[in-house]
């Protein structure tokens, strides 16, 4: 396969690795499976060009690219339609499309891993067209990421010391939506402090990852907690890593929601695989079954 890695020298855990080396070893192990590479390091700015230009070259199979969620985020979107394979490799903070495609997150053996990986089709969501492949949420997550990007942090534990006074904050001054939910035609009204929307449902017991990235099915999760005691219980939840067993939050599956602001609650955000954007009055969230080719390890028979 011929392979064209984007690094971001300004994302995630690559921020401060040695990248000399980074790109010997991979250069290193991937030609030595038989395999052509070109790598390329580039910063923040640079990213989605380097991006787009390796899905539309012609000559290549597979666009590798590391970076954190936004790194991310911009390949899917490059790669998507043009027939070729993204790989991930997994240097942000969490990691989520990666642990779902079983990719390790250690960089050395995702490295590995990709040597010997196969082409799978697994889903992509959309959300007013725009693809996503992990989460797509309003509300509290939102603010939370709005408040943790005031923040200043230079490293991956600086992000999550901001992360946990972000959620604090959060917590003191939760927001609060009028919504309507359309899932696949049946409507649901609620005032809400978060909804979330995930590429296939979460697996339980774990990180907010997809069990299963080919499930073909939307996740949606709604908490109405506003109360200090059911916010604390719901993040307790959270951090117990219950996503459908949270007595705060209702789950639903759907093919499509449509999402709709029903009165003006001010300035909103939304999330979308953790970059924020102005929330639309209307958002039409949709899955595509095996709409993303990836380059991921082989699977076992069992697998």
């Given amino acids: 396969m011929r392979f064209a890695a984007i690094l ?7 921020k401060t690795a040695d990248l000399d080396a980074l790109t010997e ?8 499976a038989g395999h052509d590479v070109d790598i390329k390091l580039v910063d923040g700015q640079g990213v989605v060009k380097a ?21 991310v985020s911009a390949a899917v979107g490059c790669v998507l339609g043009t027939g070729k394979a993204l790989a991930v490799l997994p240097a942000g903070t969490m990691n989520l499309f990666a ?24 889903d992509v969501a959309t959300a007013n067209g725009k693809p996503f492949v992990h989460q797509f949420s309003i509300g509290m997550h939102a603010k939370m990421v709005h408040l943790r990007d005031k923040m200043e942090f230079a490293s991956r534990l600086g992000k999550m010391r901001a992360s946990v006074k972000a959620t604090y904050f959060t917590f003191l001054n ?5 919504v309507a939910l359309d899932l696949d035609g049946r409507e649901v009204r609620q005032r809400v402090t978060a ?21 073909g099915v939307l996740g ?46 001010g300035r909103q955000r939304s999330v979308m695989d953790g970059e924020l954007s102005a929330l639309e009055k209307r958002t039409v969230i ?10 991921a390890p082989k699977r076992t028979p069992q697998g």
């Fill in 99 to 122: 642990r779902s495609l079983e990719i390790p997150v250690a960089i050395d053996a995702a490295i590995d891993a990709f040597a010997d990986g196969e082409v799978r089709e697994v």
């Fill in 25 to 32: 070893r991979m250069r290193t192990r991937l030609e030595g």
């Fill in 195 to 215: 909804v979330g929307v995930t590429n296939n449902l979460l697996k339980e017991g774990a990180l907010p990852f997809a069990a299963k990235p080919d499930g």
């Fill in 174 to 178: 939760p927001p609060s939506l009028d």
């Fill in 286 to 295: 949709e899955i595509r079954p095996r709409g993303l080719k990836v380059w």
């Fill in 51 to 71: 991006l787009s230009d390796a899905a539309a070259n012609p000559d290549v199979d597979v666009v590798l690219a590391g970076g954190g969620d936004g790194t």
């Fill in 220 to 265: 949606v999760y709604v908490t109405q907690a506003r109360r200090r005691p059911e916010l604390l219980s719901f993040f307790l939840n959270l951090l117990r890593r219950r996503w459908r067993h949270n007595p705060h939050v209702d789950v639903f599956e759907a093919k499509q929601v449509t999402l709709t602001v029903l009165a003006d609650s």
């Fill in 8 to 14: 971001n020298k300004d994302g995630g855990t690559l």
